[in-house]
């Protein structure tokens, strides 16, 4: 079945160690997109690709990086967590994202910052 | 500036009965809106939307309903089941590739 793919589900760093966390999909989207979710709150937008083209949103750490080598893969990258960085990334993808395109979303990966 | 946003962070019913979760948003502009459902530790799935032309949308046991002279809409799920427990987001489509998420309701479903 197409669908987002997010590796891994759970992810382990120490305070200040890089991680990198993975998205795929089989979709064939354009847009794929990084939301950062902590508990019992609504996912927040980190950045978006449409394509090759890097949209950040303009209350995102510098810390957040993210790479999208080809249409299929993107990457989140934490240079330095810290402990307010544990938290679901959430991983989604959209045909072209306009209006009336939802979102797909991955089942997450859950960072736990030690 | 855009926000969506929610009236009540928790919702409990007894299983079988109807549930309504509302949700407020402040951009007239919104033309068109979604309602996700969210399980503990999955990512947010798709229910059902809406576009601003419409003041109704019917899905299998839920509908959303759009009242855009006071910006509100609600979902209704109909019986509601154990497996309908879960957070419900409200998300506008802000245009620009993006969605608005509202603060979500947590819906409890009591046997």
């Known amino acids: 079945d197409a669908m987002v793919i997010q590796n891994p589900r759970y992810q382990v760093t120490q305070f200040g160690k890089p991680v990198t966390l993975s998205c795929s999909q089989t979709?064939?989207?354009?847009?794929m997109y990084w939301y950062q979710q902590k508990s019992s709150q609504a996912p927040k937008l980190l950045f978006h690709?449409?394509?090759?083209?890097?949209?950040n949103e303009a209350d995102t750490p510098d810390n957040f990086q993210s790479r999208r080598p080809n249409t299929s893969f993107c990457f989140l990258d934490i240079r330095s967590p810290g402990l307010g960085d544990a938290a679901m990334y959430l991983c989604?993808?959209?045909?072209?994202?306009?209006?009336?395109?939802?979102?797909?979303f991955g089942p997450g990966t859950r960072l736990t910052v030690l | 500036g855009e926000s969506v946003g929610l009236h009540l962070p928790t919702l409990s019913v007894q299983e079988g009965d109807n549930s309504i979760i509302n949700c407020a948003y402040s951009n007239s502009a919104s033309d068109y809106f979604i309602w996700y459902k969210q399980e503990s530790g999955k990512g947010p799935q798709f229910i059902i939307d809406i576009r601003s032309n419409m003041d109704k949308r019917q899905g299998q046991r839920v509908t959303v309903l759009l009242n855009k002279t006071v910006k509100h809409l609600s979902l209704q799920i109909a019986a509601t089941q154990p497996g309908d427990s879960a957070v419900y987001f409200c998300a506008e489509n802000s245009g620009a590739q993006k969605l608005v998420f509202g603060q979500g309701t947590r819906l409890t479903i009591n046997p």
């Open positions: 979709l064939n989207h354009n847009v």
């Open positions: 690709y449409y394509d090759k083209d890097f949209n």
């Open positions: 989604a993808t959209s045909r072209d994202g306009n209006r009336g395109n939802e979102q797909f």
